[in-house]
């Protein structure tokens, strides 16, 4: 029985001082690292990496939108004091968004969302709204794009008159829309698929966004919005903050 006491402590012992070195070695953090590694075996789900979910990955889509949206305004104040404004930053910034929100991110909304909202009949009322404005935004785009290309807004009042009325209704149309869809749709977007479903369509999305536009996409799109803010001087976040 003695020798048997005594070969258990000689193992805690042994055992304590291989942690100590351990300690020493890597620090707090290792340790902790380390003990965690003693114990129980983390859960398969903290050891992948973390996924985008399809309500996430729409809302900072909206991100782009929103900051597309602030450059259409600095467009609309320069145009209604008469100040230079270069065709190609309201050609570049309507291009965006007939690509990136209208070509790719409604039509996520419209393939995937939509359907499932009118199949379990909730917030149909509201999904009505959404795809009805989707379509008068893509019609708002082409006149933009239209006058943008021809430049006629530089030489003639008429057109530039039509482009501030084009974008202004843009503007009011997609502010309270995007904010609808994140406040009411996505939250409730959930309550209406199973979990597995749910992760299924963050994968997808993610698929279709590198089919399209790589696999630094966003990234890229991001990068474009803020290049349209630079060249109309609006990229400085400090500016917006008032001074009291």
Do not use: W
Not at 17 to 43: D, H, K, T, Y
Not at 111 to 121: D, I, N, Q
Not at 124 to 145: M, S
């Amino acid at each position: 029985m003695y020798g048997m006491i005594m070969r258990v402590r000689k193992e805690d012992a042994m055992a304590h001082n291989q942690f100590a070195r351990r300690f020493l070695v890597l620090g707090v953090p290792g340790a902790v690292i380390a003990q965690q590694r003693a114990g129980e075996p983390r859960r398969e789900k903290e050891m992948k990496e973390e996924e985008i979910s399809p309500t996430e990955d729409l809302m900072r889509e909206h991100g782009v939108l929103k900051r597309a949206l602030l450059v259409y305004g600095e467009c609309l104040r320069r145009l209604e004091s008469k100040e230079d404004l270069p065709p190609q930053v309201v050609a570049g910034t309507a291009n965006l968004v007939r690509r990136f929100i209208e070509d790719y991110h409604e039509k996520l909304e419209e393939e995937y969302l939509f359907p499932r909202f009118r199949k379990a009949a909730k917030l149909v009322d509201l999904v009505d709204v959404l795809y009805a404005q989707h379509k008068a935004g893509r019609r708002l785009t082409d006149q933009i794009l239209q006058a943008a290309k021809s430049g006629s807004f530089a030489r003639e009042e008429t057109a530039r008159i039509n482009l501030v009325q084009h974008m202004r209704l843009f503007i009011r149309m997609y502010e309270p829309h995007e904010a609808r869809e994140d406040t009411v749709l996505f939250p409730a977007f959930r309550e209406i698929v199973s979990p597995n479903e749910y992760d299924a369509l963050g994968e997808e999305f993610e698929k279709r966004e590198h089919k399209l536009f790589g696999q630094e996409g966003f990234h890229k799109i991001v990068d474009e919005v803020a290049g349209f803010e630079k060249a109309v001087g609006i990229y400085d976040l400090a500016q917006f903050t008032p001074r009291l």
